[in-house]
Nanobody
Framework: QVQLVESGGGLVQAGGSLRLSCAAS????????MGWYRQAPGKQRELVAT???????NYADSVKGRFTISRDNARNTGYLQMNSLKPEDTAVYYC?????????WGQGTQVTVSS
């Protein structure tokens, strides 16, 4: 059974940084694509960043140059480094994993950026 557990969210001032983690079990991050999405109150869930099994990354325009997606294959953990945070980055952040054409989601972690 595939499980994803996010951590690292919290309250930070604008301009600050946070690093989110996504610990995976039951599936290998090295062999599968993973991504980070976010959902702000009253809004739809939106793509933040993705990374393929080959290491190719993709970012939403709103986070390019500020966020970095990565993974540690030995730890089977994905990361989202978030710098220069803005109040509009406030949302619940979710990681997902595509394994055998099935998409798995974590439970989410809250990120709040104060102005």
């Amino acid at each position: 059974q595939v499980q994803l557990v996010e951590s690292g969210g919290g309250l930070v001032q604008a301009g600050g940084s946070l690093r989110l983690s996504c610990a995976a079990s039951g599936s290998s991050l090295r062999k599968n694509a993973m991504g980070w999405y976010r959902q702000a109150p009253g809004k739809q869930r939106e793509l933040v960043a993705t990374i393929t099994s080959g290491g190719t990354t993709n970012y939403a325009d709103s986070v390019k140059g500020r966020f970095t997606i990565s993974r540690d294959n030995a730890r089977n953990t994905g990361y989202l480094q978030m710098n220069s945070l803005k109040p509009e980055d406030t949302a619940v952040y979710y990681c997902n994993l595509l394994d055998a054409l099935r998409l798995y989601w974590g439970q989410g972690t809250q990120v709040t950026v104060s102005s």
